[in-house]
């Protein structure tokens, strides 16, 4: 059975600091693609940064290009999202996501992933 469980959402004044974590199980982490996605109240879900595991390449949004990092420890099958300098409209819901098929080298899309963890709230204060 896969699991991917998020942790580390919260709230946090602009300009602060949250690291996410996905500890993923029941599927083959090493040659998985894993995302993290937001989705904030009224918008689409959108995907925020996405890694291979197999090689460590990586994509992001634009509106977090130099602000957010996603990386991997493979001794943990944990996935982690590092977001600094957070700002309010960063505020959403974020999700874990994974899948084993091939998804590069196209952006990613929801479509893409197979399975979905249940959210962390991260909450940003102006």
């Known amino acids: 059975q896969v699991q991917l469980v998020e942790s580390g959402g919260g709230s946090v004044q602009a300009g602060g600091s949250l690291r996410l974590s996905c500890v993923a199980s029941?599927?083959?982490?090493?040659?998985?693609?894993m995302g993290w996605f937001r989705q904030a109240p009224g918008k689409e879900r959108e995907a925020v940064a996405a890694?291979?595991?197999?090689?460590?390449?990586?994509v992001y949004a634009d509106s977090v290009k130099g602000r957010f990092t996603i990386s991997q420890d493979n001794a943990k099958n944990t996935v982690h999202l590092q977001m600094d300098s957070l700002k309010p409209e960063d505020t959403a819901m974020y999700y874990c996501a994974a899948t084993t098929d091939s998804i590069w080298p196209g952006y990613p899309q929801t479509t893409d992933f197979r399975y979905w963890g249940q959210g962390t709230q991260v909450t940003v204060s102006s």
């Open positions: 029941g599927y083959t982490y090493s040659s998985a693609y």
């Open positions: 890694i291979y595991i197999s090689d460590g390449s990586t």
